[in-house]
């Protein structure tokens, strides 16, 4: 008896040491982001969604201040210290890590599959052979409107620029609400919500992108500078004051009611819901003509990629494809509204106003913001001078003619298309 209550006791220990064991062996992957807003959703819904289905890998998310960031991770890269997933911002910081060698091609990774090669630009190589990163999610461009004002004044949702135009007098005539919510003081407002938010609908979205990183077309061909005419026209709208507007007092001027339409990004959709005491709806740049092809502003906003020096590679590419797939994407998408993801697949928003941007994918074509990729690696830097310039044709002190050609020589001074 005592023989076989001993032998009981050792396997009961053995077990128990087993189990132990199999614990410690647990493998644990630290992700790098600048997305420290992102924390609690992280922890509450995407690492237990992934552990539940993964046991044995246990994700933590190690954010760093969005503008220590970059700085942050290049010094752990380079010491070696860094996690093995690496949160990537769009273009050009992340092609130098993967040039460095610091990420690994994805190219193969099981999942990858599910990106287009539109959302998969903003982490791919220029000769397209490579994509580095997984995407997560992007920004939609758009127009955010007060559908009390809307009502009130008995305004159709326009579709084309007359009837944009028609609305943005009937507004002003009324005098109840400023027609536009945007200011010129920022710069960056008057190129981002302005000018790559209705341009592509003028160049035809990635086709003139393209051909303008081939050299193909000219920032003074007609399709570029007509976006110029367009936000030209737009001066009247604004508002008094507008050229000493600031981003947070355009953001305030519409959460407030005073504004009817804000010239949008998606990302503005959580601030707007919990400040905005009104209905709110949201539409696409507005197409020249009846029967035009509508593009839309669709912008790879952050990826994960795999560092080249993880010691966990295979449990890594296990995460990096689970994010790659659907639930992945229905989880982030609706966990931060305004932040959609770039899956094929698509996701059913549970936000009304996000889901409103996310429905454009149909029927419109997707872009990328013409300055991101290739055509800002040099000096002047073209994303930079965009945004001066876009504030001064918006202010009246540049023509759209002048303000393409500085643009254009300043890229001239520098970018060699490639032959």
Known sequence: MKNTALKSLLLASSLLTSAGLVHAADVTLTVESWRNDDLQIWQEKIIPAFEAKNPGIKIVFSPTAPTEY????NAKLDAGSAGDIITCRPFDASL???NK???????GLPGMEN???????AWTTDDG????CVPMASVIHGFIYNKDAFDKLGISVPKTQD????ALDKIKADGTYIPLAMGTKDLWEAATMGYQNIGPNYWKGEEGREALIAGKQKLTDPEWVKPYEELAKWKPYLGDGFEAQTYSDSQNLFTLGRAAIYPAGSWEIALFNSQAQFKMGAFPPPVPKTGDTGYISDHPDIGVALNAKSTHAEEAKKFLSWVASPEFADIYANSLPGFFSLNSTPVKMSDPLAQEFVSWRGPYKSTVRSTYQILSRGTPNLENETWVES???INGTNTPAVAAEKLQ????SWYKPAK
Do not use: C, M
């Open 129 to 132: 052979k490579s994509t580095f």
């Open 391 to 393: 504030a001064n044709v």
């Open 115 to 121: 990106f287009s090669p539109v959302a998969k630009a």
């Open 409 to 412: 020589k300043g890229l001239d």
């Open 163 to 166: 009837e944009f135009y028609a």
């Open 70 to 73: 970059n700085a942050s991770l």
């Open 101 to 107: 060698k610091q990420l690994v091609d994805l190219t």
């Open 96 to 98: 130098e890590l993967f």
